[in-house]
C-alpha cells in the first residue's frame, strides 16, 4: 500500500470499493494534499487547477461524514457556472453510489423554480448551485441550511470575478457557524484572500504547482503586431488543423470581432463571454462539445466550467497578465494522456507579460515565426459534424436511445455518423456527419421519431 493509495486514508470499506470500481486507485497530489487536512475535518484553501481531481477531494470528504438517513441539506457545494454545477453533482453522485438513498440535487439558474421547490420539499442531503440561484431559494425560505455541516467554495476566484461576492456572503450567513469550509481556486490572489477570510476557521493552506509537463504540452509563442493578431489566428488554425481550439481574448468584444471574421474565413467558429443568455451559452457549449463548432472564442470567465475533454488546442490571442491563468489556460489541452498544443500570441506590449510566465516556469519560452507557417492541405475548414435541434425534450419524454434508435433504424445512419445526444428539458440536441445531415433530416421530419412529428432545425455555426 502506498501513501497516495485511497486505501492508506480512513475510508469506508463501501467507499473504498466504490473508487475501486471507478479506477480511482492513486490520489493526484491534490487529493494527496487535501484529503487527510479533509478527513480531520478542518477548513481548507486548496489551489490547484481544473483536471486536477478536486471534485473527487471535496466529494470525499464530505460523503464519508454525511448521514444518508437523515434528510437535511447537510452539504452545500457553490459553483460559478451551470456546467460546473452539473459536472459537481455527477461525479457526487458516482462518488456516492456505495452508499444507498443518497439524494444530490442541482440549483442553477436558467432553470424553472417551482419543480426545485418540490425536490426541495422532499429533501435532499447535497445540494450544488450557482450563487444567485442558491441566494434565491433563501429568500423564498425554500431552502433550510441551518443542518449544513459542510460548505464548498468551489472556483472561488471566478465567483468573486464575476461579481457573486454579496450572494456567497448571504448563503454563508444562512449556514451554521460551527461547519466545515472548504475552498478551492485555482488562483489565489490577495483580494480573494481578503474576501474569504471572513468564512475561515483556522484554514489549512495547500497549493499544487500549477505546472504542465511539457511532454504532455507544447507551447509556442509567435510575435505579432497588436492589429495582426485575427489574421494571425487564421494563420495558425490552417497550419496545425486542430478538431476543436479554445481561443482566449480578454474583452468580449474582441471575441465577437474574431469569431466573426474566422466565420467569413470558412470556419465554424462561435464567441461565449459572459452576458450571453443561460439558453445561448447552453446551445454553444453543447455546439462545440459534439463538434459541430471547431473554433471557440472566449473571454476567461466565460470560460470558467467548460469541460471539454479532447481540445486540440489552445490559442491565447491575448497574453493574460496574470501567470497562473494563462497555466490554467493551456492546461486545458493535452487532458486523459492526449498530446496537447498551446499557441500564444504576444503583440509588443505584452512581452513584460511573457516576462512573467518565464519567470514562473522558471525557463524561457520558445519563439516562432508566423511567416514560416504553411497552409497544411485538407480543404474544408467546417466542423466535422452539424447539430440538429428538435423542439422536444425530456418533458416530451424523449431519450438518447429514441434519437439513436430512429437515426439508425429509419433514417439509415450508421452509429458512427451520429454524435453526441443532449436531451435538455423542452430540447434535443442531436450532432450529425455533416455529410449526411441533409438524408437525416429530410427522413426524420416525416414523424419518425416515437411516431411523432417534431420541428427541427439545423443550428449554422458558420454563418451566426
Known sequence: MTATSFSSLALSPAMLSNLESLGYREMTPIQAQSLPVILE???????????????????????QKLNPTWFAVQALVICPTRELADQVSNELRRLARATENIKVLTLCGGAPMRPQIASLEHGAHIVVGTPGRI??????????????????????????????????????????????????SATYPDDIRRASAEFLRDPVEIKVEAQHDDSQIEQRFYAVDYDDRNAAVATLLKHYRPVSTLAFCNTKIHCRELAAELRAQGFSALA???????????????????????????????????????LGAVINVDVSKDTEVHIHRIGRTGRGGDKGLALSLCAPNEKKWVKLIEEYQ????????????????????????????????????????????????????????????????????????RKVADKAYARLSNGNIKGRNFKMRFIDTDNN
Not at 443561460?278 to 467548460?306: K, M, Y
Not at 438518447?400 to 445526444?421: C, F, S, W
Request: hydrophobic residues 40%; contains cysteine.
Open 41 to 63: 475535518l478542518r477548513d481548507l484553501i486548496a489551489q490547484a487547477k481544473t483536471g486536477s481531481g478536486k471534485t473527487a477531494a471535496f466529494g470525499i470528504g464530505l460523503l
Open 362 to 433: 522558471n525557463k524561457p519560452v520558445q519563439w516562432y515565426e508566423l511567416n514560416e507557417l504553411e497552409v497544411a492541405e485538407g480543404g474544408d475548414l467546417h466542423a466535422p459534424m452539424v447539430t440538429l435541434c428538435i423542439m422536444g425534450g425530456k418533458k416530451d419524454k424523449l431519450r438518447p436511445g429514441d434519437l439513436l434508435g430512429a437515426l439508425t433504424g429509419d433514417a439509415g445512419l450508421t452509429k458512427e455518423q451520429v454524435g453526441k445526444i443532449n436531451v435538455f428539458e423542452f430540447m434535443t440536441y442531436v450532432a450529425l456527419d
Open 135 to 184: 441566494r434565491d431559494h433563501i429568500s423564498r425560505e425554500t431552502i433550510n441550511l441551518s443542518k449544513v455541516q459542510t460548505l464548498v467554495l468551489d472556483e472561488a476566484d471566478r465567483m468573486v470575478d464575476m461579481g457573486f461576492y454579496e450572494e456567497i456572503a448571504g448563503i454563508v450567513s444562512a449556514c451554521p457557524t460551527r461547519r466545515q469550509t472548504l475552498l478551492f
Open 272 to 310: 461565449l463571454y459572459g452576458e450571453l443568455e443561460q439558453r445561448e451559452r447552453d446551445e454553444i457549449l453543447v455546439l462545440f462539445a459534439n463538434q459541430s463548432c471547431s473554433v471557440l472564442v472566449a473571454t476567461d470567465v466565460a470560460a470558467r466550467g467548460l469541460d471539454i475533454q479532447s
